[in-house]
């Protein structure tokens, strides 16, 4: 079955560039019918999403980090990535990738999640 | 923009008791997809309910879904100890637009 994975650095300073990358493992990442996403959830706080890809390349965010946010995809790697400019201490989280099913509104299956804290 | 909003903020009920959960969307554009998950400490979520009535694979029928347009409702019959969780509801709407409720906190007493 389809599993996913992040990896990236657990630590960034601020005012960098939080780099994230979701291996996709158990299938293709070229479906149509799946979005490929990316959800934070602040400490004891609730979930948020940040944006989502298809694997031709079209992208959504979050209106609240639409200037900050960029997802890409690679095919070849079966991965997709995040990258969030300029953080700050509010965007210490722990960050989730999810396949979202579209046609059927769900989130599955999810990554075990990696959690990024900003620190100088 | 969707805004859901999810009450209470905490249930706590005993063993064999039944939870209801309530989700309510306002704003946005049309609802499309309403999906419930459970998230225990220290784990991702996990999809319990989608399409707002219709259980995940491997989900046990205690848990069910309902509602439509705005108001939707996870119950869970009969608790048992390991449903003690937090648990979001999710929306989808046509923009493509997506909210996550703040979660409602079940603890089994």
């Known amino acids: 079955q389809v599993q996913l994975q992040e990896s990236g650095p657990g630590l960034v300073k601020p005012s960098q560039t939080l780099s994230l990358t979701c291996s996709v493992s158990g299938g293709s990442i070229s479906r149509d019918g799946y979005y490929w996403t990316w959800i934070r959830q602040h400490p004891e706080r609730g979930l948020e999403w940040i944006g989502y890809?298809?694997?031709?390349?079209?992208?959504y965010y979050n209106p609240s980090l639409r200037s900050r946010a960029a997802i890409s995809v690679d095919t070849s790697k079966n991965q997709f990535s995040l990258n969030l400019i300029s953080v700050t201490a509010a965007d210490t989280a722990m960050y989730y990738c999810?396949?979202?099913?579209?046609?059927?509104?769900?989130?599955?299956?999810w990554g075990q999640g990696t959690l990024v804290t900003v620190s100088s | 923009e969707i805004v859901l909003t999810q009450s209470p903020g905490t249930l706590s009920l005993s063993p064999g008791e039944r939870a209801t959960l309530s989700c309510r969307a306002s704003g946005g554009g049309k609802s499309r997809y309403l999906a419930w998950y459970q998230q225990k400490p220290g784990q991702a979520p996990r999809l319990l309910i989608y399409?707002?009535?219709t259980r995940a694979t491997g989900i046990p029928d205690r848990f069910s879904g309902s509602g439509s347009g705005t108001d939707f409702t996870l119950t869970i019959n009969g608790l048992e100890p390991e449903d003690s969780a937090v648990y979001y509801c999710?929306?989808?709407?046509?923009?493509?637009?997506?909210?996550f409720g703040q979660g409602t906190r079940v603890e089994i007493k």
């Open positions: 999810a396949r979202y099913g579209d046609g059927l509104g769900w989130f599955d299956p």
């Open positions: 890809i298809h694997y031709r390349g079209s992208a």
């Open positions: 999710h929306l989808s709407n046509d923009n493509p637009s997506w909210a």
């Open positions: 399409g707002a009535s």
